[in-house]
């Protein structure tokens, strides 16, 4: 930002003029003549200024102020000797900015920030006048030194202390990698890592790689799945596969033994029978339901093992590719008040029909709860059913605490590709504004939704090969891939366990809602998010601006609702859900998700 006194002589004498500008933007005011600018301060300035519009500014001087602002101040005299532009000094500065001509810096400002058209220069911008002001106004600023990737507080006594400490470490740190690479021996560097408290697991990894790649060292120390740097040597593996690591602390404190798989993993994967006090990797019936449960009729609750394509058959008609249409299987968790269990049972299939839907038992769930559970079917079937069914007011889930929504999309529609964008996309912190929304909870929010559907580490989600690769083993997450068989799991690159081989990937982020207009916008959601993934480009599935977009409707669009207006009414409910248009020179109707009884106090 520069600031310049400029005149222009003509044959009625000389009019000054303030001119302030930034990059390629200027602004201009008018001075009256008499005005003395910096050495007195005026306590009434209005009148002795005027903001000019570009139709006020001659011409002539309007050339020379693209040139200053070109030249950075430089004016040739052979093509503008009766113009001249001056910078402001020390105390006419202070005048304009903190002093008497408060008012006309204001209107300068003002004008440069209305011209800017991009939110980047914006902030910057602001970020000048505010350090400008601060400063010329006597307000300290915090201090902060960067240093290896950490800022510290300069002017707080902890702030110099703690990069005191760290740069003594950082010292150490360097003599015993030099060592290391001298004597080819890492071991007092090793020991030197694993026993630093909240060692940087980004300079461990930089370390580690420098010394393989151009030294073939071996550094010895490992970055376990519980996120402590261990020695290598002292490292215990788990998980089916033993794929997993642990550090000694974890194991002993996590880490149980599965009793039919005759491994051990992490506590929170497997299930806890109280019959045996032990721990298996199913979860436990309840005696109620041990019989066979293909001999059981339908209308009654079915065991949480029954598997609905014993019973149900998919929608043969459709055949899910990478590029087409697919099937999904949807599985709804509530609970009734007064009702029997088994006479919603019958209730549920009466509605939703006996050939669509089956109710099972889930241990998760309260003495009253159920989960239905459809059969592989088609979009426009699950919409239709679920509006078409008439909800007993008996039921609830959304305030139950427990019951959650999980949609199984069929493998098929999947390529690796795809799937690894579908994991950024739902994973991502950056997009938890956006997920929250629409599925009722998340985990960087939610408790509920840290227990049933934790997101992946961040790391792995600069792009979808990682994303696939670095996939954590575990079906109590935000999407799990453990339904797959070996040959579906090897086409699309996992490498994270099997558990049931149904050729799905279960999609658990939604808070069950009975509410027509959640649950069909959920439903809808989850079809459009596959088709959405499958043409996205990276840059595309970052919703971080749906926070924004959502509180005022004339900022840009995120991209998921730009392309959702381009897919031809298909998703009406979802379309309706987020109040945007469906048809061509349709008037846009109020999101349905500030309607909504079942919805977070803020998203």
Same mark, same amino acid.
């Given at each position: 930002?520069?600031?310049?006194?400029? !005149?222009? =002589? *003509?044959?009625? #004498? +000389?009019?000054?003029? %303030?001119?302030?500008?930034?990059? &390629?933007? @200027?602004?201009?005011?008018?001075?009256?003549?008499?005005?003395?600018?910096?050495?007195?301060?005026?306590? &009434?300035?209005?009148? *002795?200024?005027?903001?000019?519009s570009d139709e006020d500014i001659p011409s002539d001087f309007f050339d020379a102020i693209k040139v200053v602002t070109k030249t950075h101040g430089y004016l040739p005299g052979s093509l503008f000797s009766h113009i001249t532009f001056t910078p402001i000094n020390t105390a006419e500065r202070n005048w304009l900015i903190v002093g008497g001509g408060k008012s006309a810096f204001i209107y300068l400002h003002g004008r440069i920030y209305g011209s800017l058209r991009s939110r980047s220069n914006g902030i910057k911008w602001d970020a000048i006048i505010t350090s400008m002001t601060n400063r010329l106004e006597g307000i300290r600023e915090t201090q902060y030194l960067s240093y290896h990737r950490n800022a510290y507080r300069m002017n707080a006594p902890y702030g110099v202390r703690n990069y005191l400490?760290?740069?003594?470490?950082?010292?150490?740190? #360097?003599?015993?990698?030099?060592?290391?690479?001298? *004597?080819?021996?890492?071991?007092?560097?090793?020991?030197?890592?694993?026993?630093?408290?909240?060692?940087?697991?980004?300079?461990? $990894?930089?370390?580690?790689?420098?010394?393989?790649? /151009?030294?073939?060292?071996d550094l010895g120390v490992t970055l376990t799945d519980c996120d402590h740097l261990v020695l290598s040597e002292d490292v215990i593996r788990i998980g089916r596969n033993n794929r997993d690591t642990a550090c000694d602390s974890c194991h002993y404190d996590n880490v149980v033994h599965?009793?039919?798989? #005759?491994?051990?993993?992490?506590?929170?994967?497997?299930y806890y029978h109280e019959r045996d006090d032990l721990y298996y990797s199913y979860e436990e019936e309840d005696d109620e339901y041990d019989s066979d449960d293909n001999d059981r009729e339908p209308d009654q609750l079915m065991s949480y093992s029954t598997n609905v394509l014993d019973i149900l058959e998919p929608d043969h008609s459709i055949v899910s590719s990478t590029h087409g249409d697919f099937r999904m299987g949807i599985e709804l968790e509530m609970c009734t008040r007064d009702m029997s269990v088994n006479s919603a049972v019958r209730d549920v299939r009466a509605n939703l029909g006996e050939e669509y839907c089956i109710v099972k038992a889930d241990g998760s769930l309260p003495s009253n709860g159920m989960e239905i559970v459809s059969a592989p079917r088609g979009l426009a079937e699950h919409i239709k059913r679920f509006t078409a069914w008439d909800v007993d007011s008996d039921?609830?889930?959304?305030?139950?605490?427990?019951?959650?929504?999980? %949609?199984?999309?069929? @493998? =098929?529609?999947?390529?690796?590709?795809?799937?690894?964008?579908?994991?950024?996309?739902?994973?991502?912190?950056?997009?938890?504004?956006?997920?929250? $929304?629409?599925?009722?909870?998340?985990?960087?929010?939610?408790?509920?939704? &840290?227990?049933?559907?934790? @997101?992946? $580490?961040?790391?792995?989600?600069? *792009?979808?090969?990682?994303?696939?690769?670095?996939?954590?083993? !575990?079906?109590?997450?935000m999407v799990n891939c453990e339904n797959l068989t070996r040959a579906e799991r090897d086409r699309l690159g996992l490498t994270c366990d099997i558990g049931k081989s149904f050729n799905t990937i279960e999609l658990r982020i939604f808070r069950a809602s009975l509410k027509k207009t959640r649950l069909l916008a959920q439903i809808e959601f989850t079809h459009a998010l596959v088709m959405f993934c499958r043409v996205a480009s990276w840059r595309d599935l /970052?919703?971080?601006?749906? =926070?924004?977009?959502?509180?005022?409707?004339?900022?840009?669009?995120?991209?998921?609702?730009?392309?959702?207006? @381009? +897919?031809n009414n298909q998703y009406p409910n979802l379309c309706d859900w987020y109040g945007i248009r469906r048809r061509p020179n349709a008037k846009n109707s109020a999101p349905t998700a500030l309607t909504c009884a079942d919805t977070n106090s803020s998203i």
């Open positions: 930002m520069r600031i310049y006194l400029a !005149s222009r =002589k *003509n044959d009625l #004498g +000389t009019r000054r003029y %303030i001119v302030m500008t930034f990059g &390629r933007h @200027s602004a201009v005011l008018s001075l009256r003549s008499d005005v003395r600018i910096g050495a007195t301060v005026m306590d &009434r300035h209005e009148g *002795n200024f005027e903001l000019c400490d760290a740069r003594d470490m950082y010292k150490e740190l #360097g003599k015993l990698v030099r060592d290391a690479i001298k *004597n080819n021996d890492t071991g007092q560097l090793a020991e030197f890592i694993v026993g630093y408290d909240e060692f940087s697991h980004k300079t461990f $990894q930089n370390i580690d790689s420098a010394l393989s790649n /151009n030294h073939s060292i599965c009793e039919d798989g #005759g491994y051990e993993d992490w506590r929170d994967n497997l039921y609830r889930a959304w305030n139950t605490g427990k019951c959650g929504m999980h %949609i199984h999309v069929h @493998s =098929k529609a999947f390529t690796g590709l795809t799937l690894g964008k579908f994991l950024m996309i739902v994973n991502s912190d950056e997009n938890s504004v956006f997920i929250r $929304q629409i599925a009722g909870r998340h985990p960087l929010h939610d408790s509920q939704a &840290r227990d049933y559907c934790a @997101s992946e $580490q961040q790391e792995i989600l600069d *792009n979808p090969v990682h994303a696939i690769k670095g996939k954590y083993s !575990s079906r109590y997450r /970052n919703q971080s601006e749906f =926070k924004e977009w959502h509180e005022n409707r004339d900022l840009k669009q995120p991209s998921f609702i730009k392309w959702l207006k @381009s +897919t």
